[in-house]
């Protein structure tokens, strides 16, 4: 069964410093790895959805992929206090658009 | 605007009850989700469902059923609840033509 583990279980940064989030996944067979942000309480926001080897920017959220050391991180540039959440990796398996997800990284930004 | 509507928000049932959660999505996608999120543990897929009565179980089916008669609803079901079913449910929805998926914004059912 295809494992996701996400690192740190949680994080504290200062208004404006880069936060950074990891995840490890099992195997490389998956197409297509995301990163998702949950407000306490609320559902799953999107923030990025990667392919390929490199990396995405979406805004102030960039992915990098690396499928040769089964890793992808998210760096959060200039994070502010609204980005207080938790984030979610997932990577999409076999299985037609099922994902797994991991157990998430829970940040806090302060001013 | 696309969305996936899960009722209700919020539900208490008492241990040994049936419990019904509905989801409800108005993108006519074929395939839906239903997920619970418990803390430490991240999203555990429960059931996916290709299309009408075309179910199949994800990674923790055991004491739970899916119903999907129309494509636009799946419901999730809990014949005699039990305490350590008490957790977030969240269920979605992806066209497969497409890689996106989205989330409703989840029950939280407690089981007393």
């Known amino acids: 069964q295809q494992k996701v583990q996400q690192s740190p279980e949680s994080l504290t940064v200062s208004e404006g410093a880069m936060a950074s989030l990891n995840c490890t996944f099992s195997?490389?067979?998956?197409?297509?790895f995301r990163w998702y942000r949950q407000h306490s309480g609320k559902g799953l926001e999107v923030l990025v959805s990667?392919?390929?080897?490199g990396e995405k920017e979406e805004g102030r959220f960039t992915a990098h992929l690396n499928r040769a050391s089964l890793h992808v991180s998210l760096h959060i540039r200039e994070p502010q206090p609204s980005d207080s959440a938790v984030y979610l990796c997932?990577?999409?398996?076999?299985?037609?658009?099922?994902?797994?997800f991991g157990s998430g990284t829970r940040l806090q930004v302060y001013a | 605007d696309m969305k996936v509507t899960q009722m209700p928000r919020y539900l208490i049932k008492r241990m040994g009850e049936n419990v019904l959660l509905e989801c409800g999505q108005d993108?006519?996608?074929?395939?839906m989700y239903w997920y619970r999120q418990d803390p430490g543990l991240g999203l555990q897929l429960i059931y996916i469902?290709?299309?009408?009565?075309?179910?199949s179980e994800g990674d923790i089916p055991k004491g739970y059923r899916v119903s999907r008669k129309k494509r636009e609803h799946f419901s999730l079901i809990l014949d005699s609840a039990k305490t350590n079913q008490t957790s977030v449910y969240f269920c979605?929805?992806?066209?497969?033509?497409?890689?996106?998926?989205?989330f409703g914004k989840g029950t939280r059912l407690t089981v007393v």
């Open positions: 997932a990577m999409r398996t076999q299985v037609v658009g099922q994902l797994t």
């Open positions: 993108m006519s996608h074929e395939t």
């Open positions: 195997d490389g067979t998956s197409d297509n």
């Open positions: 990667i392919f390929s080897d």
């Open positions: 979605a929805s992806r066209d497969t033509s497409n890689t996106e998926v989205f």
């Open positions: 469902s290709y299309d009408v009565d075309s179910n």
